[in-house]
């Protein structure tokens, strides 16, 4: 079993403490220790080029204090290790991802616009980290959408029958496991065709919406396969959703316990990471946590 850490990234916030109480539980379903990090922010005079990220004492954050305290007494708290660091949230925060096996925290911090979905440090932890990240968001969130029914926990997957990740599944079985929960494989399909016709071309013979569904369910079956023989005692529903993949991905999101999504791969002309939209739009708008899983690593 990986002695990787679970790390909370906390700043005092009321999203921050949602995010840390996820990662205590997170850390107790792995038997992984837990790691408590506040990044201090350059002072606004301060040129980050100057000031390099590194440890403080954690014994003179007042954030992390707090934390301690929130934490204080607790009978199944898994082993905690407080760490102060300083520089710019949105670099440092996702470099904690290389030496831990999820990172987790809220949507929103103390900064910025009040009227913001998802703040820039969980945007660049979530696109930036090598780890999967974790982002909770505020309670109260409203989606539109009728949500897959069923009693119980659940786990919903966001599954590309056109180029599946394997990282992005393996991650959601895990976690479906850990949980006892049902999982949910959401499997988007676009539709209506609209194919593209250069001037003169006859149109093409219109295509039956049932045969590209069941074409879509015979494609996503066989991905899952290997999984199902992995973790047998997971219960997987298959969803074929016509259209819009992030719609059908939020509609779930209510009452789910977790929605993972996958991040994309770096291509050829574009070295950079990215997340994509559908995760883009998940991250926005889902009312469950959300976690954002990078490729495996001989494709990041």
Request: with cysteine; proline share 10%; aromatic share 4%.
């Amino acid at each position: 079993m990986s002695t990787l850490p679970v790390v909370a990234a906390v700043d005092g916030s009321d999203d921050s403490l949602r995010a840390l109480e996820w990662a205590v539980d997170a850390a107790r379903r792995r038997a992984a220790p837990l790691r408590v990090a506040h990044v201090r922010q350059y002072a606004h005079w301060a040129q980050p080029e100057v000031l390099a990220a590194g440890p403080a004492d954690p014994r003179d954050d007042p954030v992390l204090t707090q934390v301690r305290t929130h934490l204080e007494g607790r009978a199944d708290q898994p082993d905690t290790e407080y760490v102060g660091l300083e520089g710019a949230a949105g670099a440092v925060l996702p470099e904690l991802g290389a030496t831990a096996q999820l990172l987790v925290l809220g949507s929103r911090g103390r900064g910025g616009f009040a009227s913001l979905l998802l703040g820039s440090n969980s945007m660049a932890a979530a696109r930036d980290a090598e780890c999967p990240v974790v982002v909770v968001p505020r309670p109260g969130r409203e989606v539109h959408g009728e949500a897959p029914g069923g009693p119980g926990p659940r786990v919903v997957v966001g599954l590309k029958v056109d180029g599946p990740d394997e990282a992005t599944l393996e991650f959601a079985f895990a976690e479906a496991t850990r949980r006892g929960a049902r999982l949910q494989a959401v499997a988007a399909y676009p539709w209506p065709a609209q194919p593209w016709m250069m001037p003169g071309e006859m149109p093409p013979p219109i295509v039956d919406q049932d045969v590209i569904e069941d074409e879509t369910r015979v494609l996503a079956d066989g991905f899952l396969a290997p999984y199902r023989e992995r973790h047998p005692d997971v219960p997987i529903q298959l969803i074929p959703a016509a259209g819009d993949a992030a719609g059908y991905l939020v509609a779930a999101s209510r009452d789910a316990d977790l929605v993972v999504v996958g991040r994309h791969r770096r291509r050829l002309l574009s070295p950079v990471r990215m997340m994509g939209s559908v995760t883009h739009a998940v991250l926005l708008h889902a009312a469950s946590p959300v976690a954002v899983v990078p490729p495996t690593t001989s494709a990041d």
